[in-house]
């Protein structure tokens, strides 16, 4: 018995032919999807990166109790169990974050492991001057998207991209090893995360007339770029999604010629999907999780259920089901503590009735396959929140004095062991509240346009969450962030959809480009530094963006477009106001 896990990141759903995307060239996600089984309604669950990867170690979620970090010393490993019972496990990866502070106890829970430099701003070589850059429509140019242009020489062909190298690292494990039996290989990659960087034979798949700036690297922020900018990042999109396609084909192949689809279980996932535009949003996190973010593709041959091939599921399942999958493959005891099961491959038995799903500090949410309950802060301070951690680091440092400074030991949670945790407080960059409350019927409105205000369906759903709450032992914390009970029956009293309406409804607009603003002297196209440095346009900011002019952020951004600094506040200015900050601007 043996088994791969193919994973790539940021794979967008309906972007591939098996899930109805007809303007992509990925014929060997076609081909995947007529040899496994395609699950319809698999979500994510902890998000985004690193909380993703926590849950297929440990089949649990992890982001009502902390945020982006390390595996915790009580987190069950299924790669470790699965090494602990005498399974040869293996990683070969070009994600950078398994190599940075919040990811930093990942890798050493395999036998062995393999590293490929260079994806994302990835630290790898070192250059005192700066790179040439082109012009880019990239508002926020941190050291990352400097050190990018640092790697991209060093990955100039196919042979050289940090992609290829996985999938070669992959395929030579597997060829290494194919007469020998109990052994896992994970074959991840960063693609087709952003930025889109592939060689131009995959460029060519997407013919298109585009003469603007470089554009592969959309912020997390809201759209206010032209239309044929918004194709030209879609397709850059489309051609590292058709790289992605052909190295799953590499691994397609290699199973056919060595025999293993016989003996060898293969999965083949992602952490979540990636935003292009939809919605008016580019990117992750900024936002409400929308299913365009959350549903994802999942595909699963399992050698012991070869009449299934080509078929399709609709059970609800997670990421949380990943790890109990392999180990129940591999005959190993599923942990007490996991809260996934096993992917229900043979048939479409129903696993669970609801899923929750979300991001530390953010909305929860909850499905059940029709309808989607996003439940927002139930006052604007998004108060309390809490991080709960023995291992107290975020994506790339530590903790600071400060945010220790008053930490203290709680009780122990169910699954930590008996373990008290360290409590500190919790900080997110974009605040849930101004997004509200929202219900959706995927049914009626699959493309999640139209929230609901339905008492019966939100109280339905809002008790849903609160058993899952509790069947996780969520922090006493969250539920007065919510504004749901932690004790007794959710009555209606609690619901919030209808009194958050309008402000859902207002941070649903999209927003409009500067043209469509009235300009003067000085406008929403204007850079802050400029608006700023004038008396009276810094009276208008000051009385219709307080928040704004008080932000530490304008150190790094005053050469910013106001309208594109807006873009980057996760919604934080609703197009009403700006529309009264442009008209005053613009009669200065």
């Known amino acids: 018995m043996k088994a ?42 902890s998000m985004p990166c690193m909380p ?57 829970r395999y036998h062995t492991w393999e590293f490929f430099r260079g994806q994302e701003g990835d630290p790898w070589k070192g250059h005192v001057a700066d790179p040439p850059m082109p012009e880019s429509l990239k508002k926020l140019r941190t050291e990352g998207f400097r050190q990018d242009w640092v790697n991209r020489p060093y990955m100039e062909s196919e042979e050289k991209h940090p992609q290829t190298l996985t999938f070669d690292a992959g395929l030579e494990f597997i060829r290494t090893n194919r007469a020998d039996d109990r052994w896992f290989v994970q074959i991840e990659t960063f693609d087709p995360h952003e930025p889109f960087f592939s060689p131009q034979q995959y460029k060519d798949l997407y013919p298109h007339d585009y003469e603007g700036p470089h554009f592969d690297w959309p912020d997390y922020a809201r759209v206010t770029e032209t239309d044929d900018q918004i194709e030209h990042a879609r397709y850059e999109y ?79 399942v997670q990421t949380i089901d990943l790890a109990p999958t392999l180990l129940d493959y591999f005959q190993i005891d599923v942990p007490d503590d996991m809260q996934g099961v096993p992917l229900p491959v043979a048939d479409d038995t129903p696993v669970r009735e609801a899923g929750l799903f ?45 945010e220790l400074a008053g930490a203290e030991l709680t009780e122990p949670f169910s699954f930590t062991k008996g373990v008290p945790t360290l409590r500190t407080r919790g900080r997110t960059f974009f605040n849930p509240y101004r997004h509200g409350t929202l219900l959706f019927d995927l049914e009626a409105d699959p493309g999640q346009r139209t929230p609901l205000v339905d008492d019966a369906a939100e109280l339905r759903m809002a008790t849903l969450m609160v058993e899952l709450m509790r069947a996780t032992d969520a922090p006493p914390s969250q539920y007065e962030r919510l504004g749901l009970p932690a004790e007794g029956p959710v ?20 927003l409009p480009r500067a043209a469509d603003y009235p300009a003067g002297r000085l406008s929403l196209g204007s850079p802050v530094k400029a608006l700023m440095s004038d008396p009276v346009a810094l ?47 613009a009669a200065l």
Not at 14 to 27: N, S
């Open 4 to 45: 791969i896990m193919v994973m790539f990141d940021s794979l967008n759903r309906h972007m591939l032919p098996p899930y109805g995307g007809d303007w992509t060239h990925a014929p060997n996600f076609a081909r995947l999807a007529a040899r496994t089984v395609s699950f319809d309604s698999a979500y994510a669950g």
């Open 52 to 108: 993703a990867r926590s849950e297929i170690h440990t089949g649990r979620y992890n982001f009502l109790h902390r945020s982006w970090g390390p595996l915790e010393p009580f987190d069950d490993s299924m790669p470790e169990l699965l090494k602990q019972n005498g399974v040869y496990t293996h990683l070969v990866s070009d994600h950078p974050h398994y190599w940075e502070d919040g990811g930093a106890t990942y890798h050493g």
């Open 238 to 316: 489309a051609a590292l999604l058709s790289m992605c396609d052909r190295s799953l084909g590499r691994v397609l192949d290699t199973m056919g010629e060595l025999g293993l689809w016989d003996d060898t279980l293969l999965i083949v996932n992602t952490d979540h999907g990636l935003l292009l535009g939809e919605k008016g949003w580019w990117g992750k996190s900024v936002q409400p999780w929308y299913n365009e973010l959350v549903r994802l593709p999942l595909f699963v041959w399992d050698p012991r259920a070869r009449a299934a091939a080509g078929e399709h599921r609709q059970a609800l």
């Open 358 to 402: 979300g991001i530390h500090g953010g909305h929860v949410n909850i499905t059940d396959g029709r309808y989607v309950y996003m439940r927002a802060p139930a006052s604007p301070d998004n108060s309390p929140l809490y991080e709960h951690t023995l291992m107290p680091t975020h994506m790339r440092g530590r903790f600071s004095p400060a």
């Open 491 to 510: 009555g209606v009293e609690h619901l919030l959809a209808h009194a958050q309406a309008a402000l859902a409804g207002e941070a649903a607009e999209p």
């Open 539 to 585: 009276e208008v900011l000051r009385r219709h963006m307080p928040e704004l002019v008080d932000s530490e952020l304008l150190q790094v951004v005053g050469a910013t477009p106001l309208i594109d600094l807006v873009a980057l506040a996760g919604g934080m200015f609703p197009p009403s106001g700006l529309r009264r900050v442009a008209e005053e601007l």
